[in-house]
């Protein structure tokens, strides 16, 4: 062998893989609010056009003591066309998109993203928030002696439902309903214009 190669001990070691179950690894995610990252309690209202949607994305309590979200993405889905992706996985973390903010406290991501005109259109009552979460050990977990730190743990799926106002989910004849009423005042206005003009004349 040459100088420098691995001895054979060495290489032995090397291929010893860390066992780590990581199917029991799974993350949560919540609509939370402005004043916490907790998940809200109760009934979530429904959102109107500009409103602040805010979902926190966090390992699942059961497991937080042993793994965090290490990078995630996300989507606002409807149907099966993706209306909107607020964040993407970056080089070091999650990386927000432009209307959205992402925010950590301890183990759990805040993101923030403003509800734009694109998804109220069409007669949709709801959209669907989904993505994809990766999970590291935290630096206190080891295994046969050896750190877990930046160790790769899984990763798990989360999605959850968001819900519109009635009122700012339009139909597809919402357009025509407000065409009538233009219409109507329309031939109002030239009725009106032909008596005057007739009344003109009479007293001529």
Do not use: W
Not at 31 to 36: D, E, K, Y
Not at 38 to 50: F, K, N
Not at 81 to 103: C, F, H, K, L, R
Not at 110 to 133: Q, Y
């Amino acid at each position: 062998d040459g100088v420098g190669s691995p001895t054979k001990k060495e290489k032995i070691r090397d291929l010893v893989q860390l066992e780590v179950d990581a199917s029991r690894y799974t993350v949560s995610a919540c609509q939370c609010t402005a004043a916490a990252y907790a998940c809200r309690e109760g009934a979530s209202p429904p959102y109107s056009q500009d409103d602040l949607l805010h979902v926190c994305v966090q390992p699942d309590p059961s497991v937080r003591h042993e793994v965090a979200v290490s990078n995630f993405f996300m989507e606002f889905q409807q149907g099966t066309e993706v209306v909107y992706t607020p964040v993407t996985i970056g080089d070091g973390g999650p990386t927000s998109a432009v209307n959205t903010v992402v925010q950590r406290v301890d183990m759990t991501y805040r993101v923030t993203s403003r509800l734009v005109t694109a998804f109220f259109g069409g007669g949709a009552t709801s959209f669907v928030v989904a993505g994809n979460a990766y999970l590291e050990f935290r630096q206190s977990q080891r295994l046969r002696g050896r750190s877990l730190e930046d160790t790769h743990a899984g990763e798990d799926f989360f999605a959850l439902e968001i819900q519109f106002k009635k009122s700012d989910a339009p139909t597809n004849d919402s357009k025509f309903s407000l065409a009538l009423p233009s219409l109507t005042l329309l031939f109002i206005s030239a009725a009106i214009s032909t008596v005057l003009i007739i009344l003109k004349k009479m007293k001529k």
